[in-house]
Structure formats: C-alpha cells, structure tokens
C-alpha cells in the first residue's frame, strides 16, 4: 500500500517500533519504471510511485538488512532475488507440441518487493527465484469468468450506446422535420397576412373611393336627416 500513501515514511516508522527484534517485514510496491512509465499508464490511486533505487532507499532507512526481489506474473508469480547486473531473469516454457526452451526476453516484472529485518538471522537464505504455480487454476478460472463477464458488459454496453445513438438519430429526424413542418408552416401564414394586408388595402381603398363619388355626397342631406330621426326615437 506504501505507493497509495502521501509518506509512506510513516508507515514504515510505525512498522519498525511494533516489529519484534527478529521479525520480518515484506513489503511491496510497483516499480515506476516498469509499472508507469512502459506501460504508459498512471493508476490515480497511486500517489507516490517509486523507482526501485527510491524504494531501496526508503526502506533501507528504517531498517539494517533489507533484500529486494522482483516480482511478475508467469502462470501465477515469479519472485526473484534482485541481482546487481540482471534485470530479467531468463525462464524455460514448454507447450504439449514442443521441448522446453527458454525465452529469449526473459520475465517482465511489474513490482519490486523488500524483505527487511535489523536481525540478520531472520533474513531468508535462499537466494534462488520462487515461482509460484497456479495447480488449482483457480487464478485462470477466475480469469476466464471475469473475462465472459466483461464481454457479456461490453456487449451489453455496445447494445447501449447503439440503442442511443439510434433513439438521438430518430429524435433528430422528428426534430427536422417538424422544423420543415414549422417552417412550411410559417411560409403558409405569412402568406396568409400579405393576402389579408392586400385585401384590408383594398377594401379601404374602396371605401375612400365611395366617400369621395357625387353619389355619396348627393346623399349627405338624406344621412343626416335620418340620423336626426333615429336620435328622437330613442330619446
């Protein structure tokens, strides 16, 4: 955990006070060479990766005897003592059609791990590479799961983002043509006025005409005369 913490000092001072004199500390972290930096990658939970000559340091702080390993993935792990001109160990493979050979680019390691002690005794003396098999396949098994349950997600999601894109197609069509409706619409009712402006116009323009002939000024006399009676009658 000491690459999620802001001072993984802490951590290891804290380690140090309640270990016994003959206990044994292993700790882990990535290796920001090969962890990050290959692999173009940051995990935003990692706070303070290190390089491994960091992490030797920070830990050799804290404690008199500290040896550091590799640590990758095989067919399960492999962990090996961390030698001073080797950073591969070279492995053997073999398949049911062929005879073992070995790799010619060696194991790839993603962290490196520190086996610290202030008691030399407690230190291991084995210093030759572990692997550690998965006989049970438990690992693959899961594995296996794990990747038909994200296919199965990813299809899933796949069949999500089409129905979406599909149901903004179909809500772009709509959306287009009841703005083509609108508009042809629009185009209608504004015709629809310039007529009616037009036929307003004229009928004005026909009464102005009325007003203005001899006939409705011959009748002048006549309209006021009858407008006269109308008012006696009501009154």
Request: net charge negative; aromatic share 6%.
């Amino acid at each position: 955990m000491v690459e999620r913490l802001v001072s993984p000092e802490n951590l290891l001072r804290e380690v140090k006070r309640v270990l016994g004199r003959d206990g044994l500390l292993i700790v882990s972290t990535p290796d920001k060479q090969a962890h990050s930096n290959d692999r173009n990658y940051k995990d935003p939970e990692h706070i303070r990766e290190m390089y491994v000559p960091e992490f030797e340091e920070l830990v050799e702080r804290f404690f008199k005897h500290v040896s550091l390993y590799r640590h990758g993935a095989v067919s399960g792990g492999i962990v090996f003592k961390t030698p001073a001109n080797l950073s591969r160990p070279l492995v053997e493979t073999a398949g049911f059609d062929s005879i073992s050979k070995p790799s010619p680019e060696g194991v790839g390691t993603c962290f490196v791990l520190a086996v610290c002690s202030d008691d030399m005794d407690a230190m291991p003396g084995d210093e030759r590479p572990y692997l550690l098999l998965d006989c049970n396949r438990r690992i693959f098994d899961e594995s296996d799961d794990q990747r038909e349950d994200i296919e199965l997600l990813k299809a899933e999601i796949d069949q999500m983002q089409r129905t979406e894109v599909q149901a903004f197609q179909d809500a772009l069509l709509i959306r287009n043509s009841e703005n083509q409706h609108l508009n042809s619409e629009n185009q209608r009712l504004k015709a629809e006025i310039r007529r009616l402006e037009n036929r307003n116009a004229n009928l004005e323009q026909h009464i102005r005409n009325i007003e203005s002939s001899h006939t409705w000024q011959a009748l002048r006399l006549y309209r006021g005369l009858r407008a006269r009676l109308g008012a006696r009658k009501q009154g």
